[in-house]
């Protein structure tokens, strides 16, 4: 079954730590990819996507995701986290050929220390 | 520009009763898309439009929801008769849908408990 796996339900950073998400998918050919951010009783805002041409994609906030196709993954990473950081992170899948759908991982539940 | 727009934003009722939850898209969003997002199961999508025409309503739980779309600017999710496992926060989003597939604007959600 197609799918979008997040591999850690929660995270627990201090102040300053690099935090990286993994994310992969089981789909095949092209796909459009997206992370999305919901702060705690906030609704889901897009952070970054990446459509095509360089994998390294940056969003807002400082994040940056890099895709890659061999390892059908997007993991999403930021240098130095802030507490502002807490929030959920749900990485989308959209595929591209035919129809429009997109499918979200369960998501990650970051918590960052101050 | 306005958002997506949902209303109520919280809603309490009694099982057995219909519960109705709207979404307004933002003006120009060809799709519209429903989902359920709670602690067990994550955000599910549970039904999208495209152009007011249902397109996949496989993640519609059963029988007891129906999700319609009589225009452009409104749509209704309904849930008769309503049980407690319903509980949940109820997003709408929407999108243009050019071939690349746009990202999607979320709503503020309805949270619903169902008592």
């Known amino acids: 079954a197609q799918s979008v796996s997040q591999h850690n339900h929660h995270v627990i950073l201090s102040e300053a730590a690099s935090l990286e998400l993994g994310c992969n998918y089981s789909?095949?050919?092209?796909?459009?990819l997206f992370w999305y951010v919901q702060y705690p009783g906030q609704h889901l805002q897009l952070l970054l996507k990446?459509?095509?041409?360089?994998?390294l994609v940056k969003g807002i906030k400082g994040f940056e995701a890099e895709f890659i196709k061999s390892k059908f993954s997007f993991n999403l990473r930021k240098p130095s986290v802030q507490w502002s950081d807490t929030a959920e992170y749900f990485c989308?899948?959209?595929?591209?050929?035919?129809?429009?759908?997109?499918?979200f991982g369960a998501g990650t539940r970051l918590f960052v220390k101050a | 520009d306005a958002g997506v727009i949902q209303s109520p934003r919280h809603e309490v009722t009694e099982m057995g009763q219909e519960v109705t939850l709207r979404c307004k898209p933002i003006?120009?969003?060809?799709?519209l898309f429903w989902y359920r997002q709670t602690m067990m199961r994550g955000l599910e999508l549970l039904i999208y439009?495209?152009?007011?025409?249902?397109?996949?309503d496989s993640g519609m739980p059963e029988d007891r929801f129906s999700a319609k779309m009589p225009n452009a600017s409104f749509s209704t999710l309904k849930i008769q008769p309503s049980e407690p496992r319903d509980s949940a926060v109820y997003f709408c989003?929407?999108?243009?849908?050019?071939?690349?597939?746009?990202?999607?604007?979320f709503g503020d959600g309805t949270r619903l408990s169902i008592l």
């Open positions: 989003a929407s999108s243009t849908g050019t071939p690349e597939g746009q990202p999607q604007h």
């Open positions: 789909y095949g050919g092209t796909v459009n």
């Open positions: 990446y459509f095509s041409g360089d994998p």
């Open positions: 989308a899948v959209t595929r591209n050929t035919g129809g429009f759908k997109t499918i």
């Open positions: 003006s120009g969003h060809d799709y």
């Open positions: 439009f495209n152009n007011n025409v249902p397109i996949d």
